[in-house]
């Protein structure tokens, strides 16, 4: 238990604000390269590794400050676990999109493009609910709507790997196929840990 | 560290056991599932649905207590964990079930069923021990019986997994097949996680 | 919070250690492994399954001395978390060994070899830290290695998969193997997430 006899150090919230404003980035990365034609997949998906890296950069650049101050704004384990868990949003989304490279998928199913908007929403959520930690306000909104984008990324999940069971009559590229829409669902887990994370920290905090 | 100037509330542990019960029910629903005819599968994947989500209402119900409450009987965090993590139990069963229909398998490996067994057990002996919170007493039975359920459950997983790769000889089959087996593993391993969480809120307890 | 007036148990480092040596024996028996005609696999695998349940019986050693000391060198779940974790390890570990003799996979692919050698290299980094948890010193070396371990075998296992894809037709095969080399990349995983907590706690205590 620290006690509070200097101001805290509120650069956290621009931190994490900025480290979540880096999964905007990589959803929106990851939308373009569904709808690019193969030949520009390579500089797309090259863009999204370097996204990854910045906030990579971005989420040790958190950790380090952790280490060097000695009043937080909220508890710094909790700081630690958003940082982390923002920079896991990123790693999925990076990895999803290096497979559909890696694995030279031609064609991918419609709905994954429906995936990936709930990605897209998800991040641009999770990056205007960052700032809003200052004051700890309405942040029950956020939570609420991440975890109903979520559950209906769910469905649509089961459902795309139903029916790519049912049209894809190649064993190999089904196994393709379905990690890269497994790696897409990991994604929005991802956002709806940091929710979760977001709620509990409120909740500590209120 | 909040100071208990208040009597604790202990309605958590009802609510908790509550909880846990609908686990007992959702382990019940997919053993009939397991020995249903086709035609009625779809009926108790429906309940099996409803089940989740009254789960669903009860971890958030106390989720909301936890943001009412001021003196709680243990580590707020804890109970949080605690109901998310006997959520998360129901999500895989839910998932199992659901999988069972989406991807209209006709015949599972006779096996299955002894998975499901493992799972009613573990879900009844997590009921049983919810209560016991109060009291924190006698609940190292129910941690040591949770782990070694989940080792066997593990070993008869691999081997199923390993049968299976024996046996079946159409690839996007066995994909299905693997994907059932291994959501019903992860229930398992979920009850584990319950049963690991109670053992760290013991040691913090005692 | 609890207050240090008598002197710290300071078991726990060696304990922590013991367990971190097993992982060191577990990689090297899973490189042994790979080398090795068809006919020894079988006794090898033993010999990692006999590692594991010492590792095992360690963790659960350490569980029990939390149990029953009042001061602890560090906070109690974060040594409760570190030997979960330290015991993931070897779990993940043993598991890919045991699936190669389960699948009865006679061939595997060459770069698995290098898989192996990171799992060497992350098993003696995290036994050789260990120690320094009592003094909290050059601890941020051991991170930043892992890290950078984990991010290679993470690239090296990307391309593993998408080599065999290419080159397996069978797609039997080529789940089972799939299987072995994602079971390999989870326990790099898991020595990831010991430095990650080795590098939270180190951030709380300093």
């Given at each position: 238990m620290r006690?509070?006899l200097t101001?805290?150090?509120?650069t956290?919230?621009d931190?994490l604000?900025?480290?979540?404003q880096?999964?905007?980035?990589?959803?929106s990365?990851?939308?373009?390269?569904?709808g690019?034609?193969r030949?520009?997949r390579?500089?797309i998906?090259?863009?999204?590794s370097?996204?990854?890296?910045v906030a990579?950069?971005?989420?040790?650049s958190i950790m380090?400050?952790?280490?060097?101050?000695?009043v937080?704004?909220?508890?710094?384990?909790d700081?630690y676990g958003l940082a982390?868990?923002l920079?896991?949003?990123?790693?999925a989304m990076?990895e999803a999109?290096d497979l559909?490279?890696?694995?030279?998928?031609?064609?991918?199913p419609?709905r994954?493009?429906?995936q990936?908007q709930?990605?897209q929403?998800c991040?641009?959520?999770?990056a205007?609910a960052?700032?809003?930690?200052?004051?700890?306000?309405?942040?029950?909104?956020y939570?609420?709507?991440?975890?109903?984008?979520?559950n209906?990324?769910?469905?649509?999940?089961?459902?795309?790997?139903?029916?790519?069971?049912?049209?894809t009559?190649?064993?190999?590229?089904?196994?393709k196929l379905?990690?890269i829409?497994?790696?897409?669902e990991?994604?929005?887990?991802?956002?709806?840990?940091v929710?979760n994370?977001v709620e509990?920290?409120?909740?500590?905090?209120?």
């Open positions: 006690l509070r101001p805290r150090d509120t956290f919230f931190m604000a900025t480290l979540a880096h999964n905007v980035t990589g959803a990365l990851l939308a373009e390269l569904l690019a034609p030949s520009e390579d500089a998906v090259h863009k999204l370097e996204a990854e890296h990579d950069d971005a989420t040790h380090r400050r952790l280490n060097q101050t000695f937080t704004p909220f508890d710094r384990n700081i982390s868990a920079d896991d949003c990123m790693d990076e999109g559909i490279v890696l694995y030279k998928v031609d064609q991918l419609l994954v493009s429906e990936v709930v990605l929403r991040a641009e959520l999770t205007e960052m700032p809003r930690l200052r004051s700890m306000d309405q942040l029950a909104d939570w609420v709507e991440i975890n109903r984008l979520e209906q990324g769910d469905k649509l999940h089961r459902k795309l790997i139903a029916q790519m069971f049912d049209d009559t190649d064993p190999v590229l089904l196994m379905k990690e829409v497994d790696m897409l990991e994604a929005a887990d991802a956002f709806e840990r929710a994370m509990a920290i409120a909740l500590k905090e209120s």
